[in-house]
């Protein structure tokens, strides 16, 4: 059983941060590229950012030099640290692994920026 457990989420001011983290199952975190998306309220699924098992990451637009995505193979878990948040980074954030047996999603935290 694959499974991705997010935490970290809540409410913060515009301006502050976050950190999430994802934790996954050990027989397919190290060899998977992981990453978190998000959906804003009424609004389709985005990538925020993913990170390979070899480190290598990639960001969207909307989040560089904001967002730093990070993995600890020894914890298998990755983290997202989210500073300057806006209202705009306002969603759910969801965890995911792209594993050799396919694509997991975690259940989704929420992230509320108060303006």
């Known amino acids: 059983q694959v499974q991705l457990v997010e935490s970290g989420g809540g409410l913060v001011q515009a301006g502050g941060s976050l950190r999430l983290s994802c934790a996954a199952s050990?027989?397919?975190?190290?060899?998977?590229?992981m990453g978190w998306y998000r959906q804003p309220p009424g609004k389709q699924r985005e990538l925020v950012a993913t990170?390979?098992?070899?480190?290598?990451?990639n960001y969207a637009d909307s989040v560089k030099g904001r967002f730093t995505i990070s993995r600890d193979n020894a914890k298998n878990t990755v983290y997202l640290q989210m500073n300057s948040l806006k209202p705009e980074d306002i969603a759910v954030y969801y965890c995911?692994?792209?594993?050799?047996?396919?694509?997991?999603w975690g259940q989704g935290t929420q992230v509320t920026v108060s303006s």
């Open positions: 050990r027989t397919i975190f190290r060899s998977s590229t």
């Open positions: 990170i390979t098992s070899g480190g290598s990451t």
């Open positions: 995911n692994a792209q594993t050799i047996f396919g694509s997991y």
